[in-house]
């Protein structure tokens, strides 16, 4: 097995990387981080989200950094959103933790600017931005850039889309010829190959998956539901996996508070996360769902941009996107780090046909489920409670006096007597569900096809015409006929 001790990292980077438990690179580290280590050039490393493009560039990165006496900004990471700033400082932080000297600061919008100003007073050898809020600093002379040894446009195609083209541009012409660009993204675009053309010399270039390529770590389900029982669908699918943890994917602001708030008044622990939120807010609720005090995460897919939240089992789709680059992207969100996942689409009959479309364009196959019921619901939290009991550490020390009061209060209850009342409690704590059957039906099975045999006596022909004279000719089809 491959470590990281055989891609030729500096000891100081091998230790930290050794205390965080990282034990065997993923295939982009393992396919980039030597060239990047050994060729000081320009680079193109092309793989889905989730596959550890951080440590790809990031180690390679802090191999060349000067720390002290070194005064000035030498290096440059891009990202499109103030989420992944966020996470790719704290690992960049992690990986630098035994290089002494060395100073990391992000910047991006809705933060307050005179901060990060006071911040760059300092020297900061590593500057993790978003493109809008670096422009903001250039021009009130608060960053320079012309001593830049290394910039990584990171996430390359979603700062594309969120129309950071022109930022990109001039951030890329006010820093030197002579540097390095590393560029990592999913696709390479059209666009991605302007400024690869542009501002890129002879790249070389690392390239793990194919355009829309998805992770075959998932398992791609579908369930068949009216729009009218999607909500109580999903929650039948969460209660019948008592340890499920994911996001839940709408199309608008409105049905992301909407579905949030239904969750809350059923209490579920959930919350929404859409652009209508305050900064302070969004921080709020994804801190809440990385510390595991959220079981689902309710977003829009924009405002999921950026966010890295590990050991995620399921994904959740309320409408199939229109482009099916986000399905890519919503489900990348599980099955990470060589982990499984579950990316699940609860879809009315007649939007069964994207998910053919779906399999087709991106090569999955789909397997559709059906709806748990009240039954299956309560089995499945039963056999979860028992386990826990069954796996609960009762520790090396026995409070016995307080097990023997119990054991002599409970002396005439006979053992079934017992498991009896335990589970009516356990009754009463898990959610009601209703006994009605939220399984939709194929339209396919229920379109009419035209057979070609005359209809029985009595019956209207679905494409007859009112105005239909006899022989089902049309009036003014004999008028026209006679002129």
């Given at each position: 097995m491959t470590s990281f001790h055989h891609l030729g990292l500096p000891e100081t980077l091998l230790s930290a990387i050794e205390d965080l438990g990282f034990e065997k690179p993923s295939e982009i580290q393992l396919e980039s981080i030597p060239l990047l280590l050994t060729e000081e050039t320009d680079f193109i490393g092309l793989a889905q989200t989730g596959t550890g493009k951080t440590a790809a560039f990031g180690l390679p990165l802090l191999s060349y950094l000067e720390a002290q006496p070194a005064k000035h900004t030498q290096a440059l990471i891009l990202a499109p959103t103030r989420e992944l700033c966020q996470q790719i400082t704290e690992q960049m932080q992690a990986f630098a933790k035994n290089i002494s000297?060395?100073?990391?600061?992000?910047?991006?919008?809705?933060?307050?600017?005179?901060?990060?100003?006071?911040?760059?007073?300092?020297?900061?050898?590593?500057?993790?931005?978003?493109?809008?809020?670096?422009?903001?600093?250039?021009?009130?002379?608060?960053?320079?850039?012309?001593?830049?040894?290394?910039?990584?446009?990171?996430e390359a195609d979603e700062m594309l889309n969120f129309g950071f083209k022109e930022d990109i541009d001039r951030i890329l012409q006010n820093s030197p010829p002579s540097r390095h660009t590393w560029l990592f993204s999913a696709t390479l675009n059209p666009d991605l190959k302007r400024i690869v053309e542009e501002f890129m010399n002879d790249p070389q270039e690392v390239r793990l998956s194919r355009p829309n390529e998805v992770n075959r770590l998932i398992e791609h389900e579908y369930a068949l539901v009216m729009p009218k029982n999607r909500t109580e669908a999903l929650c039948r699918f969460l209660d019948s996996e008592p340890n499920m943890r994911g996001i839940v994917f709408c199309r608008t602001k409105m049905d992301t508070q909407k579905l949030a708030d239904e969750l809350g008044q059923r209490a579920y622990r959930s919350d929404a996360l859409h652009g209508d939120l305050s900064q302070v807010q969004r921080d709020r609720v994804t801190n809440k769902f990385r510390r595991h005090e959220l079981q689902v995460l309710i977003a829009t897919d924009v405002a999921a941009r950026g966010l890295?939240?590990?050991?995620?089992?399921?994904?959740?789709?309320?409408?199939?996107?229109?482009?099916?680059?986000?399905?890519?992207?919503?489900?990348?969100?599980?099955?990470?780090?060589?982990?499984?996942?579950?990316?699940?689409?609860?879809?009315?009959?007649?939007?069964?046909?994207?998910?053919?479309?779906?399999?087709?364009?991106?090569?999955?196959?789909?397997?559709?489920?059906?709806?748990?019921?009240?039954?299956?619901?309560?089995?499945?939290?039963?056999?979860?409670?028992?386990?826990?009991?069954?796996?609960?550490?009762?520790?090396?020390?026995?409070?016995?006096?307080?097990?023997?009061?119990?054991?002599?209060?409970?002396?005439?209850?006979?053992?079934?007597?017992?498991?009896?009342?335990?589970?009516?409690?356990?009754?009463?704590?898990?959610?009601?569900?209703?006994?009605?059957?939220?399984?939709?039906?194929?339209?396919?099975?229920?379109?009419?096809?035209?057979?070609?045999?005359?209809?029985?006596?009595?019956?209207?022909?679905?494409?007859?015409?009112?105005?239909?004279?006899?022989?089902?000719?049309?009036?003014?089809?004999?008028?026209?006929?006679?002129?």
């Amino acid at each position: 097995m491959t470590s990281f001790h055989h891609l030729g990292l500096p000891e100081t980077l091998l230790s930290a990387i050794e205390d965080l438990g990282f034990e065997k690179p993923s295939e982009i580290q393992l396919e980039s981080i030597p060239l990047l280590l050994t060729e000081e050039t320009d680079f193109i490393g092309l793989a889905q989200t989730g596959t550890g493009k951080t440590a790809a560039f990031g180690l390679p990165l802090l191999s060349y950094l000067e720390a002290q006496p070194a005064k000035h900004t030498q290096a440059l990471i891009l990202a499109p959103t103030r989420e992944l700033c966020q996470q790719i400082t704290e690992q960049m932080q992690a990986f630098a933790k035994n290089i002494s000297g060395l100073n990391i600061l992000s910047v991006y919008g809705g933060a307050a600017i005179q901060n990060q100003l006071r911040a760059l007073k300092k020297p900061q050898q590593l500057i993790v931005a978003t493109p809008g809020r670096l422009i903001d600093l250039m021009e009130r002379k608060a960053v320079r850039l012309d001593r830049l040894s290394h910039v990584v446009l990171d996430e390359a195609d979603e700062m594309l889309n969120f129309g950071f083209k022109e930022d990109i541009d001039r951030i890329l012409q006010n820093s030197p010829p002579s540097r390095h660009t590393w560029l990592f993204s999913a696709t390479l675009n059209p666009d991605l190959k302007r400024i690869v053309e542009e501002f890129m010399n002879d790249p070389q270039e690392v390239r793990l998956s194919r355009p829309n390529e998805v992770n075959r770590l998932i398992e791609h389900e579908y369930a068949l539901v009216m729009p009218k029982n999607r909500t109580e669908a999903l929650c039948r699918f969460l209660d019948s996996e008592p340890n499920m943890r994911g996001i839940v994917f709408c199309r608008t602001k409105m049905d992301t508070q909407k579905l949030a708030d239904e969750l809350g008044q059923r209490a579920y622990r959930s919350d929404a996360l859409h652009g209508d939120l305050s900064q302070v807010q969004r921080d709020r609720v994804t801190n809440k769902f990385r510390r595991h005090e959220l079981q689902v995460l309710i977003a829009t897919d924009v405002a999921a941009r950026g966010l890295d939240v590990q050991d995620l089992t399921h994904v959740f789709h309320l409408n199939i996107p229109d482009d099916f680059a986000y399905y890519t992207h919503r489900s990348g969100r599980t099955a990470r780090a060589g982990k499984t996942g579950v990316s699940m689409a609860l879809i009315s009959p007649r939007d069964e046909f994207k998910v053919n479309q779906l399999s087709k364009k991106l090569q999955i196959q789909f397997k559709n489920r059906s709806i748990p019921d009240a039954k299956d619901i309560l089995r499945g939290r039963i056999r979860n409670w028992t386990d826990q009991i069954l796996n609960t550490d009762t520790g090396k020390k026995k409070n016995h006096k307080l097990l023997n009061e119990v054991l002599d209060q409970l002396e005439d209850v006979s053992r079934e007597e017992l498991v009896h009342r335990m589970l009516i409690l356990e009754f009463q704590k898990l959610r009601a569900h209703s006994d009605k059957d939220l399984n939709a039906f194929s339209e396919k099975r229920h379109t009419p096809r035209f057979s070609g045999k005359p209809m029985a006596k009595g019956k209207k022909n679905f494409r007859s015409n009112r105005s239909a004279g006899p022989g089902g000719k049309s009036k003014n089809f004999k008028k026209r006929f006679r002129k």
